[in-house]
């Protein structure tokens, strides 16, 4: 593996730019990265396509036994090490949502297993609030940097992977 993707890559591509019907050289693509072992992503990810029941949650269905990972042991540490970190850095209003959705997963998995975390999130300014705490919503590529893992957009995945939409 050399991936962890982020739930928006799939959602983001599904809703806007590669939907199934208008560019289904985009999911053929993922396909082939899952069998060759390039791309994963963590369970969580998982759960949060198939609530929407349509069709990106059946093509993950579809992908499921080969694409989304449970939480092996150092994803496990690497997770309890990003939530240390965030609770120690961000304001806490922030720190219950990003721990309760699947992003803190995708930099664990990524983190503990050497994979870059390809995400459609941008990486923001961070600002200190009156409390000495980094204001405003906890971005992936953010704490990506603090933990040493390298985050790419859906666009350099497909670049370096040679992905061609046809």
């Known amino acids: ?13 599904h809703r806007r730019y590669y939907a199934f019907d208008i560019a289904p050289g985009f999911w053929d693509g993922l396909e082939r990265l899952v069998k060759a072992q390039m791309i994963c992503s963590p369970l969580m990810v998982y759960e949060e396509i198939i609530d929407s029941g349509d069709e990106l949650a059946q093509w993950a269905k579809a992908n499921k036994d080969n694409l989304f990972l ?20 961000y304001e806490p209003q922030h720190v219950q949502k990003f721990l309760s959705d699947a992003d803190p997963w995708v930099i664990a998995h990524a983190k503990a297993h050497g994979l870059s975390v390809v995400t459609m999130e941008s990486r923001r300014d961070e600002n200190q609030s009156k409390t000495g705490r980094v204001s405003g919503k906890i971005k992936i590529p953010n704490v990506c940097e603090r933990v040493g893992v390298v985050p790419k957009d859906t666009f350099a995945l497909l670049r370096e992977q040679k992905v061609i939409l046809r």
Do not use: G, K, S
């Not at 593996?1 to 591509?13: F, I, P, R, S, W």
């Open 1 to 13: 593996m050399q991936y962890c993707l982020d739930t928006n890559v799939y959602v983001e591509a």
């Open 70 to 89: 449970p939480p092996d042991d150092p994803t496990q540490d690497a997770f309890r090490d990003i939530a240390d970190l965030v609770e120690r850095l």
